[in-house]
């Protein structure tokens, strides 16, 4: 019984605490923007090796867990890539909507500095008609929190291994900044 009541004690002041801090709030709303540099790997090198270079701009909330470092981040990302077609032999534009739900843990407080790494699916919505929407890939990545505002992120993008295409992996690094309020 003892134990139990301690224990019980123990908790209450830990997440009191973790309460009364001002830079630990348990969700904060974010905005950034970004590039990415994609690349296609196909058997057939006939075909494009690169696909190009794009950029995104990104909405975010942050749900810090109590108690622990740590976070569950979705995103909202609209991105454009400018990039080439080889079957049609013309330059074109690619426009998605991606939703990254990020689980990651941060050490440091982030009032001057902390450190960042997470990972997590990405869902896709093509924002054309006429293009289909890519399956669910993964990204994870590392970033770093300056003066409790300012975000800066490295990611890698894979995909997991699709059914109707095995053999072609569409994989990027994103590069961003970002600011939380």
Same mark, same amino acid.
């Given at each position: 019984?003892?134990?139990?009541?301690?224990?019980? !004690?123990?908790?209450?002041?830990?997440?009191?605490?973790?309460?009364?801090?001002?830079?630990?709030?348990?969700?904060?709303?974010?905005?950034?923007?970004?590039?990415?540099?994609?690349?296609?790997? @196909?058997?057939?090198?006939?075909?494009?090796?690169?696909?190009?270079?794009?950029? /995104?701009?990104? #909405?975010? $909330?942050? =749900?810090?867990?109590?108690?622990?470092?740590?976070?569950?981040?979705?995103?909202?990302?609209?991105?454009?890539?400018?990039? =080439?077609?080889?079957?049609?032999?013309?330059?074109?534009? #690619?426009?998605?909507?991606? =939703?990254?739900?990020? @689980?990651?843990?941060?050490?440091?407080?982030?009032?001057? $500095?902390?450190?960042?790494?997470?990972?997590?699916? @990405?869902?896709?919505?093509?924002?054309?008609?006429?293009?289909?929407? !890519?399956?669910?890939? &993964?990204?994870?990545?590392?970033?770093?929190? $300056?003066?409790?505002?300012?975000?800066?992120? #490295?990611?890698?993008?894979?995909? /997991?291994?699709?059914?109707? =295409?095995?053999?072609?992996?569409?994989?990027? &690094?994103?590069?961003?900044?970002? /600011?939380?309020?």
């Amino acid at each position: 019984m003892k134990k139990t009541v301690i224990t019980l !004690l123990l908790a209450i002041v830990t997440l009191t605490a973790a309460a009364e801090n001002n830079d630990a709030k348990l969700l904060r709303l974010g905005i950034g923007a970004g590039m990415t540099n994609a690349s296609l790997d @196909v058997p057939d090198k006939t075909l494009m090796d690169e696909a190009g270079t794009g950029y /995104f701009m990104k #909405l975010s $909330l942050k =749900f810090n867990v109590p108690v622990l470092p740590i976070y569950i981040q979705p995103e909202a990302q609209y991105s454009f890539m400018d990039s =080439f077609d080889p079957m049609e032999l013309k330059d074109i534009t #690619l426009k998605k909507l991606d =939703f990254p739900i990020m @689980v990651g843990a941060q050490i440091g407080s982030g009032r001057i $500095l902390g450190l960042r790494l997470n990972a997590g699916p @990405v869902f896709n919505v093509s924002s054309s008609a006429d293009e289909e929407s !890519l399956p669910v890939r &993964w990204a994870a990545g590392a970033g770093v929190d $300056l003066l409790n505002k300012i975000t800066l992120d #490295l990611r890698y993008h894979g995909c /997991f291994k699709d059914s109707d =295409f095995p053999n072609v992996d569409f994989n990027y &690094w994103s590069y961003s900044i970002g /600011f939380m309020f």
